[in-house]
């Protein structure tokens, strides 16, 4: 499986403000760039918070995009899939509507009463590690099903397990032209962060964008 992470943050690397509050990093040009994402995609991928702080759909926004993918032979949006070790998504949160397949990826620790109920919403659950989720084989499972081509699209906490598993194989990231400031704001790559072994990157692409500029890597092996 091939995955890649896409975020946007400010100059000082932050996702959203100290109050977890999202603030517009970029516009019009860069929404379009990661609706382009999202169409290659076979499923985008987002941890827990994320869903708790924005519920968001990410699906496909072009309908033009979408007939393609259904031309292709494809669904129309890509699968939905969440990070969520304790199975705290809402069963009425908008990503476990029918536009797409919506996975769970839960831990052992999960209450099976609430994946009892996220099943019957609509929500297909791949259990993968004791604790937290081992994104390693949960992405096993996911290739099973289908998924070739991950976009992650967060949070930092997703995006820095990823790094640490060995998991990521591209990079983009859209820096804005603000300042956010704070020492709890979120940033790109948050938990306990890396003290040696940092991952390598290698710069491929530097395109300006809205009044940003996105910054393209690949992961060295």
């Not at 290659?40 to 924005?54: E, I, K, P, S």
């Not at 009425?92 to 990826?105: F, G, H, Q, R, S």
């Not at 839960?106 to 004791?130: F, H, K, M, Y």
């Amino acid at each position: 499986m091939e995955v890649v992470v896409n975020a946007a943050t400010s100059v000082d690397g932050k996702l959203s403000t100290r109050e977890r509050r999202q603030v517009r990093i970029s516009g019009d040009e860069d929404f379009d760039r990661v609706d382009r994402l999202r169409a290659a995609a076979d499923a985008v991928l987002v941890g827990v918070g994320t869903v708790l702080a924005d519920d968001p759909h990410l699906g496909v926004k072009s309908e033009d995009r979408r007939v393609q993918r259904l031309r292709n032979g494809r669904s129309a949006n890509p699968a939905r899939v969440v990070a969520d070790s304790r199975a705290r998504t809402p069963p009425d949160a908008t990503l476990l509507n029918d536009d797409a397949e919506t996975y769970l990826l839960v831990s052992e620790a999960a209450p099976p009463e609430r994946l009892a109920t996220l099943r019957d919403a609509g929500a297909t659950v791949i259990e993968a590690g004791e604790e937290q989720v081992n994104l390693s084989a949960a992405f096993d499972q996911l290739e099973t099903e289908g998924v070739d081509r991950l976009l992650v699209e967060g949070g930092g906490k997703v995006i820095f397990s990823l790094f640490e598993a060995g998991l990521v194989d591209e990079l983009s990231v859209f820096v804005g032209s603000l300042v956010l400031g704070g020492r709890e704001a979120p940033t790109l790559a948050d938990g306990e962060g890396f003290v040696e072994d940092f991952p390598a990157l290698e710069l491929v692409g530097v395109d300006r964008l809205d009044d940003g500029v996105v910054l393209e890597y690949r992961v060295e092996s």
